[in-house]
């Protein structure tokens, strides 16, 4: 199977910065798509960006131009460096990895983080 550890998360003031960190291990083949979404208080789980294999990227609108995401494909990490925060981008922030593995079967698996809270203070 394929394990998520994610990281970054914490409480700051509207306008600072954090950086979240998400590591994939496990019996991996490849990685397609390494992705963050946060589920807001009171509102649904919502793709916040989304970095694909040969590096194409999908942000929303909300974060775009704030939000960068990145990948470390030898380390099977995504990060999400986020500036200019808003405290509505407080909310748990969940890693999604869409993945490939081999072992014990030949399979194409989409896994969840448990999340890193942010909280963004006015």
């Known amino acids: 199977q394929v394990q998520l550890v994610e990281s970054g998360g914490g409480l700051v003031q509207a306008g600072g910065s954090l950086r979240l960190s998400c590591v994939a291990s496990?019996?991996?083949?490849?990685?397609?798509?390494m992705g963050w979404y946060r589920q807001t208080p009171g509102k649904q789980r919502e793709l916040v960006a989304r970095i694909h294999k040969e590096g194409n990227t999908n942000y929303a609108d909300s974060v775009n131009g704030r939000f960068t995401i990145s990948r470390d494909a030898a380390k099977n990490t995504v990060y999400l460096q986020m500036n200019s925060l808003k405290p509505e981008d407080t909310g748990a922030y969940y890693c999604?990895?869409?993945?490939?593995?081999?072992?014990?079967?030949?399979?194409?698996?989409?896994?969840w983080g448990q999340g890193t809270l942010v909280n963004v203070s006015s």
């Open positions: 496990g019996n991996i083949f490849s990685i397609n798509v």
């Open positions: 999604k990895v869409e993945a490939f593995v081999v072992r014990p079967s030949a399979k194409y698996l989409e896994v």
